[in-house]
Nanobody, 120 residues
Framework: QVQLVESGGGLVQAGGSLRLSCAAS????????MGWYRQAPGKQRELVAN???????NYADSVKGRFTISRDNAKNTVYLQMNSLKFEDTAVYYC??????????????WGQGTQVTVSS
């Protein structure tokens, strides 16, 4: 079994910063892409940012220049540094990992979500 455990969410004022962490554990052979998605009330889940094992990154236009994604491959951990937070960043943030649990067994895994609330 694979588990993704997130931490770091909370309440912050607009303009403030938060750092999210997500650690993957369990039967992991190799992690390909790790990323963060978010879902606001009444909206669809959307990609925030992701990062490959080689360090290539991809960001949603709405967070470019404000959020930074990074990872520690040795710890199977991904981070999201969120600066200059806006009210519209309020959402539940979910960690995602695309990984192999064996030579050929491949799957997509999700964390339980962590709430980020930005007060205006």
């Amino acid at each position: 079994q694979v588990q993704l455990v997130e931490s770091g969410g909370g309440l912050v004022q607009a303009g403030g910063s938060l750092r999210l962490s997500c650690a993957a554990s369990g039967r992991i052979f190799r992690v390909l892409v790790m990323g963060w998605y978010r879902q606001a009330p009444g909206k669809q889940r959307e990609l925030v940012a992701n990062i490959t094992s080689g360090g290539s990154t991809n960001y949603a236009d709405s967070v470019k220049g404000r959020f930074t994604i990074s990872r520690d491959n040795a710890k199977n951990t991904v981070y999201l540094q969120m600066n200059s937070l806006k009210f519209e960043d309020t959402a539940v943030y979910y960690c995602n990992a695309d990984l192999f649990t064996g030579w050929t067994t491949h799957g997509d895994y999700w964390g339980q979500g962590t709430q980020v609330t930005v007060s205006s």
